[in-house]
């Protein structure tokens, strides 16, 4: 004979799991994984401290243990220079499949005598699909380190990583 108790008990544990899931699918869970492609550079000087000094500002931002993995950089490089001609969303898209990525971040850097454009865009690899888009323009280099903060911060809302 079913009693109320059972009823209300079934009735909780359903509602439980439907409300907070299953706990041990979260906690099993594996990390994102984020590629992050070297910025394309735009400029009349050699500016290949700033490539890498923007990939690593991002890659400490956004790797987060058990929650975010940022793939190495020297195995992304690899990937990218198997790759020919300009990168693009589709190019972006194809080495973000072949590193077994679910994000990969895309951008560009151009500087014109003091003006200095930053573009910067991450691609959702399995929707094809474009999720935050960063764009700045200043006078000199002091506008890079605050669009990269924000841009990041913009990743970590986008796929619900926000630090704790």
Known sequence: MITTVTVLSFILTVSYSLIFGDVSTHAAESPKKIAILPFTMNADRDLGFLRAGIVDMLSSRLAWKGKVEVIEKEVVKKEVASVP??????KALMIGK?????YVIL??????GDSV????RI?????????V????QSKG??????TVNKFAEDINAK????RA
């Not at 072949?98 to 679910?102: N, Q, S």
């Not at 959702?124 to 699909?129: F, P, Y």
């Open 133 to 136: 888009t960063a764009f700045d």
């Open 107 to 112: 951008g560009s850097l151009t500087v014109f």
């Open 141 to 146: 280099m002091d506008g890079v380190i605050p």
């Open 117 to 120: 454009s930053i573009d910067a």
């Open 85 to 90: 001609g300009p990168l693009n969303k589709k």
């Open 159 to 162: 796929i619900k990583i926000g």
């Open 123 to 131: 691609l959702d690899v399995a929707k094809s699909d474009e999720l």
């Open 98 to 102: 072949a590193l077994g990525a679910d």
